[in-house]
């Protein structure tokens, strides 16, 4: 009678408490609300793209071959991998698209590690100018750098074009395979990515606490053992990164190729675009292939990461190697000299180019002779008259560059602060459920569009948004969702890398305290991380700000700077575009400047720096 | 507290996503425009089939205003822009960017009719072939953004433009009446103008070309924009295979020592049973050797300006390319950089064969254009007046259509005389003294884009251009 009654939950309410406890984490909420918005985001432009695909195009290979306007057929599909065609737009561009990825990874990766290593945990001489000129190429559009090369080394002997610098001013004439095709691309690219491998194994270099190497040494570990032993496999996340990061941007990579007489996928979908638009969509998804198997590459290394905390609630310091009293300024006065030429050289041709008569016209170089600059192409404030302008009015005056400075600021303005936040959250919410599936699935989801390369991502935000519903073409808004979508993993990559080296017991203590979830983000998370997660708004600010690949294809010519750059370049009015070269670089210093100001953060000191 | 904070901070980051897109004063979106009103049983021709015939119960809307367009004067038309556009938007796109330097000249000329007219206006040049999909998404809606367009590529217009009924043409009645004809009789597209890519080579060495398979000779690496970048590029290589042209070529061939032609030969013999297999005439195995062997050796570029800086440069002796020839209005001579530094091949004495190639920038009113009216009024202005067609008139090497625009443009502009001093006599720069159209259609000997037998050839002679394997310095 007086036996205790055994209160049962029914299984509703155990489901219902469940999913409270759930919801009552703030990084499930921000986990389940970011999978089902990147989830469409990512999967409707690719349903879009794989449709095209199997879409006739009236006046193209397609309606040819079927004889019909409209409709939907496999024989794109057919006509790309088993015409006699197969060979010139299909093997031979995928050849050499993956070449050049896998070149371009190394070289940044072994340039840019190497110098992160010196940088950070050596006592090499001049450090804080060599670090800060050494992000100069990836400040750059990264065609410009291949102008640049063209500049130097085409000469009228071997590239049959007028003599470049080199060949004007000291008669050599550098081999064909050094001015154009694979080489100059992989090592342009490279030297454009490699602050990026710079910038994130840096970053981890620098928050490495140096107990793990000590102890090594005291067990009398030899040096190289310690280097593969201990230090490589603290900053794997950042190598592995970095090839994810270098491997998609390289791949689709538009520009670079187009100038150096490289035919990849990227360039061989826009020859394609016009006559075998289908055709030209199956590229774009053999692109987007390579960008999933890189994620589920990326997916196996992760699950099977054990533990990179680096950044602990217990001391931390970094020991630095010794390179002596004279190596420490021999090898700072070699990497001065490199970096010279991969970034001050540039900037000073710009500038001179600015000053010339004719784009390429170097004749002050052989006369000495000041009637052979001219500063038109920065006072002329009119287009009237023909006075070598080509209908175009000075930089200062011109109505059409500036107004695509403000368009470009805006885009990334925008990008910045929404992938950027965005982003810091998606990493903060998968580095607190590391094991979750689902968790994995948001970071593989929001990480999917930068692995596909820009040309591709662009190409199917165009065709989702270009209907009778919704046409965005040429239109802010188009630029900005796809820059978001696209540079989210920017801050996402370098917030969970972060993140995942914050340990646990940091936040624990706060909610011990019972401290609300804005606060210890805002007090604790976000100051201890503070220039990652700056770097996280950093990067997709100042990569927008020279996009070219993914905009290319959303908007006319003089809609942003980017595209405006392009447009001199291909034209041959190298004055301007490296007026706006200068431009951009002065933007971005002064942004970097800024923000190291405000905030003490600086790109340059590296992701988780 | 934790739960909604993060909630309100995620939902406020991807509400600025949306929200945060600025339209930038450019395109609209669908429905800030009204929808096309259409006249009772008369229903707009389907998108993706072959524009009905000229029957009038089958026109558009646009049609229908664009026949009415067609029996107006300028000041009639200009009466009706006014009344459609007054305080509106009006979008164009193009090939050409000077469609941005026409539009202010036709705003001050309807303001010359009605003072208190106004219109904003936006022109959009698009890239990499991007116009076609351009106005292909923008015909999917019911009123597009675009009023009307100046486009080149006639192989392209005809097959993914005109036979899918997106763009009209509209030929303005003073326009027609300057060229003889009328609107009812005119059957092809209206052109603003014709423009000529011609064969130019530095001079500063010993090298000559007197003949136009010189061009295509043993170890010659021509520079010439990618013909996968310019399609007009291509279109010049179909057009060669045209029976006229494939003469020209054979002509030109024959003028040829025997030594040059022993070399040409084989290639020649080669072709025949190519050209027998794409239904060519007499001649077209010349038409397919030349084109074999401009294909497997011209230095792609990535536009004609690079070329002419290229070639103007004393250090390109020897070098020759096919390219604009109005760039050479923009030369600033230097120590090293001169316009006298080249030569226009088809200007020496005794050159023989092909000069270049014209294409034609056309003329069109979209089919769902949201101001029809102005369209054709700006249209007609641009082809029918001196000041409508200066933003091009003003420099070389852009020939009206309008044979009495471009004799008024030459009168105020003397184009003929460009290369010549202060003094009118003395030849400064003789390769800028254009000798204007009717010169270079006929002892010039450019080669014309024709659009239909572009289209035509385009997956016949087309496809054969792309199995040659192109010409790669790299």
Same mark, same amino acid.
């Given at each position: 009678?007086?036996?205790?009654?055994?209160?049962?939950?029914?299984?509703?309410?155990?489901?219902?408490?469940?999913?409270?406890?759930?919801?009552?984490?703030?990084?499930?909420?921000?986990?389940?609300?970011?999978?089902?918005?990147?989830?469409?985001?990512?999967?409707?432009?690719?349903?879009?793209?794989?449709?095209?695909?199997?879409?006739?195009?009236?006046?193209?290979?397609?309606?040819?071959?079927?004889?019909?306007?409209?409709?939907?057929?496999?024989?794109?599909?057919?006509?790309?991998?088993?015409?006699?065609?197969?060979?010139?737009?299909?093997?031979?561009?995928?050849?050499?698209?993956?070449?050049?990825?896998?070149?371009?990874?190394?070289?940044?990766?072994?340039?840019?590690?190497?110098?992160?290593?010196?940088?950070?945990?050596?006592?090499?001489?001049?450090?804080?100018?060599?670090?800060?000129?050494?992000?100069?190429?990836?400040?750059?559009?990264?065609?410009?750098?291949?102008?640049?090369?063209?500049?130097?080394?085409?000469?009228?002997?071997?590239?049959?074009?007028?003599?470049?610098?080199?060949?004007?001013?000291?008669?050599?004439?550098?081999?064909?395979?050094?001015?154009?095709?694979?080489?100059?691309?992989?090592?342009?690219?490279?030297?454009?990515?490699?602050?990026?491998?710079?910038?994130?194994?840096?970053?981890?270099?620098?928050?490495?606490?140096?107990?793990?190497?000590?102890?090594?040494?005291?067990?009398?570990?030899?040096?190289?053992?310690?280097?593969?032993?201990?230090?490589?496999?603290?900053?794997?996340?950042?190598?592995?990164?970095?090839?994810?990061?270098?491997?998609?941007?390289?791949?689709?990579?538009?520009?670079?190729?187009?100038?150096?007489?490289?035919?990849?996928?990227?360039?061989?979908?826009?020859?394609?675009?016009?006559?075998?638009?289908?055709?030209?969509?199956?590229?774009?998804?053999?692109?987007?292939?390579?960008?999933?198997?890189?994620?589920?590459?990326?997916?196996?290394?992760?699950?099977?990461?054990?533990?990179?905390?680096?950044?602990?609630?217990?001391?931390?310091?970094?020991?630095?190697?010794?390179?002596?009293?004279?190596?420490?300024?021999?090898?700072?006065?070699?990497?001065?000299?490199?970096?010279?030429?991969?970034?001050?050289?540039?900037?000073?041709?710009?500038?001179?180019?600015?000053?010339?008569?004719?784009?390429?016209?170097?004749?002050?170089?052989?006369?000495?002779?000041?009637?052979?600059?001219?500063?038109?192409?920065?006072?002329?404030?009119?287009?009237?008259?023909?006075?070598?302008?080509?209908?175009?009015?000075?930089?200062?005056?011109?109505?059409?560059?500036?107004?695509?400075?403000?368009?470009?600021?805006?885009?990334?303005?925008?990008?910045?602060?929404?992938?950027?936040?965005?982003?810091?959250?998606?990493?903060?919410?998968?580095?607190?459920?590391?094991?979750?599936?689902?968790?994995?699935?948001?970071?593989?989801?929001?990480?999917?569009?930068?692995?596909?390369?820009?040309?591709?991502?662009?190409?199917?935000?165009?065709?989702?948004?270009?209907?009778?519903?919704?046409?965005?073409?040429?239109?802010?808004?188009?630029?900005?969702?796809?820059?978001?979508?696209?540079?989210?993993?920017?801050?996402?990559?370098?917030?969970?890398?972060?993140?995942?080296?914050?340990?646990?017991?940091?936040?624990?203590?706060?909610?011990?305290?019972?401290?609300?979830?804005?606060?210890?983000?805002?007090?604790?998370?976000?100051?201890?991380?503070?220039?990652?997660?700056?770097?996280?708004?950093?990067?997709?600010?100042?990569?927008?700000?020279?996009?070219?690949?993914?905009?290319?294809?959303?908007?006319?010519?003089?809609?942003?700077?980017?595209?405006?750059?392009?447009?001199?370049?291909?034209?041959?009015?190298?004055?301007?575009?490296?007026?706006?070269?200068?431009?951009?670089?002065?933007?971005?210093?002064?942004?970097?400047?800024?923000?190291?100001?405000?905030?003490?953060?600086?790109?340059?000191?590296?992701?988780?720096? | 507290?934790?739960?909604?904070?993060?909630?309100?901070?995620?939902?406020?980051?991807?509400?600025?996503?949306?929200?945060?897109?600025?339209?930038?004063?450019?395109?609209?979106?669908?429905?800030?425009?009204?929808?096309?009103?259409?006249?009772?049983?008369?229903?707009?021709?389907?998108?993706?089939?072959?524009?009905?015939?000229?029957?009038?119960?089958?026109?558009?809307?646009?049609?229908?205003?664009?026949?009415?367009?067609?029996?107006?004067?300028?000041?009639?038309?200009?009466?009706?822009?006014?009344?459609?556009?007054?305080?509106?938007?009006?979008?164009?796109?193009?090939?050409?960017?000077?469609?941005?330097?026409?539009?202010?000249?036709?705003?001050?000329?309807?303001?010359?009719?009605?003072?208190?007219?106004?219109?904003?206006?936006?022109?959009?040049?698009?890239?990499?072939?991007?116009?076609?999909?351009?106005?292909?998404?923008?015909?999917?809606?019911?009123?597009?953004?675009?009023?009307?367009?100046?486009?080149?590529?006639?192989?392209?217009?005809?097959?993914?433009?005109?036979?899918?009924?997106?763009?009209?043409?509209?030929?303005?009645?003073?326009?027609?009446?300057?060229?003889?004809?009328?609107?009812?009789?005119?059957?092809?597209?209206?052109?603003?103008?014709?423009?000529?890519?011609?064969?130019?080579?530095?001079?500063?060495?010993?090298?000559?070309?007197?003949?136009?398979?010189?061009?295509?000779?043993?170890?010659?690496?021509?520079?010439?924009?990618?013909?996968?970048?310019?399609?007009?590029?291509?279109?010049?290589?179909?057009?060669? %295979?045209? !029976?006229?042209?494939?003469? &020209?070529? *054979? $002509?030109?061939?024959?003028?040829? +020592?025997?030594?040059?032609? =022993?070399?040409?030969?084989?290639?020649?013999?080669?072709?025949?049973?190519?050209?027998?297999?794409?239904?060519?005439?007499?001649?077209?195995?010349?038409?397919?050797?030349?084109?074999?062997?401009?294909?497997?050796?011209?230095?792609?570029?990535?536009?004609?300006?690079?070329?002419?800086?290229?070639?103007?440069?004393?250090?390109?002796?020897?070098?020759?390319?096919?390219?604009?020839?109005?760039?050479?209005?923009?030369?600033?001579?230097?120590?090293?950089?001169?316009?006298?530094?080249?030569?226009?091949?088809?200007?020496?004495?005794?050159?023989?064969?092909?000069?270049?190639?014209?294409?034609?920038?056309?003329?069109?009113?979209?089919?769902?254009?949201?101001?029809?009216?102005?369209?054709?009024?700006?249209?007609?202005?641009?082809?029918? %007046?001196? !000041?409508?067609?200066?933003? &091009?008139? *003003? $420099?070389?090497?852009?020939?009206? +259509?309008?044979?009495?625009? =471009?004799?008024?443009?030459?009168?105020?502009?003397?184009?003929?005389?460009?290369?010549?001093?202060?003094?009118?006599?003395?030849?400064?720069?003789?390769?800028?003294?254009?000798?204007?159209?009717?010169?270079?259609?006929?002892?010039?000997?450019?080669?014309?884009?024709?659009?239909?037998?572009?289209?035509?050839?385009?997956?016949?002679?087309?496809?054969?251009?792309?199995?040659?394997?192109?010409?790669?310095?790299?």
């Amino acid at each position: 009678m007086n036996e205790p009654t055994a209160l049962r939950a029914s299984k509703s309410t155990i489901f219902l408490n469940k999913v409270k406890a759930f919801f009552s984490k703030p990084h499930n909420v921000i986990l389940v609300l970011m999978g089902i918005v990147l989830t469409v985001t990512t999967v409707a432009p690719i349903v879009a793209i794989v449709e095209d695909t199997f879409k006739i195009h009236p006046g193209t290979i397609d309606a040819h071959l079927t004889g019909q306007a409209a409709g939907y057929t496999v024989v794109n599909y057919v006509d790309l991998f088993t015409s006699r065609l197969a060979k010139t737009n299909l093997w031979t561009p995928l050849l050499n698209t993956v070449l050049l990825a896998v070149g371009t990874c190394v070289v940044s990766i072994l340039f840019g590690g190497v110098f992160a290593f010196l940088i950070t945990r050596t006592n090499l001489a001049w450090r804080k100018y060599l670090s800060s000129i050494f992000i100069f190429p990836y400040i750059m559009p990264q065609w410009t750098l291949a102008v640049v090369w063209q500049n130097l080394f085409n000469s009228n002997a071997i590239t049959g074009t007028s003599n470049g610098l080199l060949a004007a001013t000291a008669g050599i004439n550098m081999p064909l395979w050094w001015c154009q095709g694979l080489f100059p691309s992989l090592v342009v690219l490279g030297l454009h990515y490699a602050p990026f491998a710079y910038i994130l194994i840096g970053g981890i270099f620098r928050n490495m606490d140096a107990n793990l190497e000590e102890a090594a040494t005291i067990l009398d570990t030899p040096k190289w053992r310690i280097m593969t032993k201990v230090t490589l496999p603290m900053v794997k996340p950042a190598i592995l990164s970095t090839i994810l990061l270098v491997f998609g941007s390289s791949m689709g990579s538009y520009p670079v190729p187009h100038y150096l007489g490289l035919t990849t996928l990227s360039t061989k979908y826009v020859s394609l675009n016009s006559k075998y638009t289908g055709e030209a969509s199956i590229l774009a998804i053999i692109m987007m292939f390579f960008g999933v198997a890189i994620m589920l590459l990326n997916q196996l290394s992760l699950t099977s990461r054990k533990s990179y905390t680096t950044v602990t609630g217990k001391s931390g310091q970094i020991s630095k190697i010794n390179l002596g009293r004279a190596g420490k300024y021999v090898i700072a006065l070699a990497l001065v000299i490199v970096t010279f030429f991969t970034s001050i050289f540039p900037i000073v041709s710009f500038a001179f180019e600015t000053f010339l008569p004719n784009p390429g016209d170097y004749s002050f170089l052989y006369t000495g002779d000041t009637d052979n600059l001219t500063t038109k192409w920065w006072v002329t404030d009119e287009n009237v008259s023909e006075n070598g302008m080509y209908g175009q009015k000075g930089i200062l005056h011109n109505e059409t560059i500036w107004r695509a400075f403000k368009g470009t600021i805006w885009v990334s303005v925008c990008c910045s602060l929404i992938a950027g936040t965005i982003g810091t959250l998606i990493g903060y919410a998968v580095s607190k459920n590391r094991r979750s599936k689902w968790a994995n699935y948001v970071n593989s989801v929001a990480f999917l569009p930068y692995l596909m390369p820009s040309i591709a991502v662009g190409v199917a935000f165009f065709i989702l948004f270009s209907n009778q519903y919704v046409n965005l073409f040429n239109t802010y808004t188009l630029l900005i969702i796809t820059g978001t979508i696209k540079y989210i993993p920017f801050a996402s990559r370098s917030s969970l890398n972060s993140m995942l080296q914050l340990s646990g017991e940091i936040e624990e203590a706060a909610i011990i305290q019972d401290i609300p979830w804005i606060k210890r983000m805002t007090r604790i998370i976000i100051p201890i991380q503070k220039s990652s997660i700056i770097s996280g708004y950093l990067l997709p600010f100042m990569t927008c700000l020279r996009e070219l690949s993914l905009f290319m294809l959303l908007c006319t010519q003089g809609f942003i700077l980017s595209t405006t750059l392009d447009y001199f370049d291909e034209m041959g009015l190298y004055a301007f575009s490296s007026g706006i070269n200068l431009i951009l670089i002065i933007t971005i210093l002064v942004c970097n400047t800024l923000v190291n100001k405000v905030t003490g953060a600086s790109l340059d000191k590296g992701i988780g720096g | 507290m934790k739960r909604l904070s993060a909630l309100l901070l995620t939902l406020v980051m991807l509400l600025s996503l949306a929200a945060c897109g600025g339209n930038g004063g450019s395109a609209p979106a669908a429905q800030d425009t009204p929808p096309a009103q259409t006249e009772g049983d008369a229903a707009p021709a389907p998108k993706d089939e072959a524009p009905a015939p000229a029957d009038d119960a089958n026109l558009t809307e646009t049609q229908k205003i664009i026949k009415e367009a067609e029996s107006m004067s300028l000041e009639d038309l200009a009466k009706k822009a006014i009344e459609e556009s007054n305080g509106k938007m009006f979008y164009g796109v193009g090939n050409s960017s000077r469609g941005k330097s026409a539009l202010p000249l036709f705003i001050e000329y309807l303001q010359s009719i009605d003072s208190s007219y106004s219109m904003e206006f936006e022109w959009q040049q698009p890239k990499n072939n991007k116009i076609f999909d351009q106005l292909t998404a923008d015909s999917l809606k019911d009123t597009g953004t675009f009023a009307m367009t100046l486009i080149q590529d006639g192989n392209q217009i005809e097959s993914k433009m005109v036979q899918t009924g997106i763009l009209d043409t509209f030929i303005p009645k003073e326009w027609a009446e300057a060229n003889g004809t009328s609107a009812d009789a005119y059957t092809g597209y209206l052109a603003l103008q014709t423009l000529n890519k011609v064969f130019m080579y530095n001079n500063t060495g010993s090298k000559t070309y007197d003949n136009c398979w010189d061009f295509v000779a043993e170890g010659e690496h021509g520079l010439y924009m990618d013909i996968d970048s310019e399609i007009v590029g291509k279109n010049f290589l179909y057009m060669l %295979t045209a !029976d006229t042209y494939a003469g &020209w070529l *054979k $002509d030109a061939f024959n003028a040829l +020592s025997a030594d040059e032609q =022993a070399y040409f030969q084989p290639t020649i013999k080669e072709m025949e049973s190519e050209a027998a297999d794409l239904g060519l005439g007499a001649d077209g195995a010349y038409a397919l050797a030349w084109i074999k062997l401009w294909v497997e050796s011209y230095n792609a570029q990535t536009d004609d300006g690079p070329i002419c800086n290229t070639l103007v440069d004393k250090s390109a002796t020897d070098q020759f390319g096919l390219l604009v020839y109005s760039k050479l209005r923009s030369v600033e001579e230097s120590s090293s950089v001169s316009v006298n530094n080249i030569n226009v091949a088809a200007y020496d004495d005794g050159y023989t064969g092909i000069g270049g190639y014209g294409y034609c920038h056309y003329l069109f009113v979209t089919d769902n254009s949201p101001l029809p009216w102005t369209a054709c009024a700006f249209i007609a202005y641009m082809t029918e %007046t001196v !000041d409508g067609f200066s933003a &091009w008139g *003003k $420099d070389m090497g852009g020939y009206s +259509s309008n044979p009495t625009v =471009a004799e008024a443009t030459e009168a105020q502009y003397g184009h003929s005389k460009g290369g010549m001093a202060e003094d009118g006599v003395t030849v400064e720069f003789e390769a800028k003294n254009d000798r204007g159209y009717d010169w270079w259609t006929t002892d010039g000997k450019l080669v014309l884009e024709d659009p239909e037998y572009c289209a035509d050839v385009a997956f016949t002679v087309g496809s054969w251009v792309e199995m040659l394997t192109k010409y790669s310095a790299g």
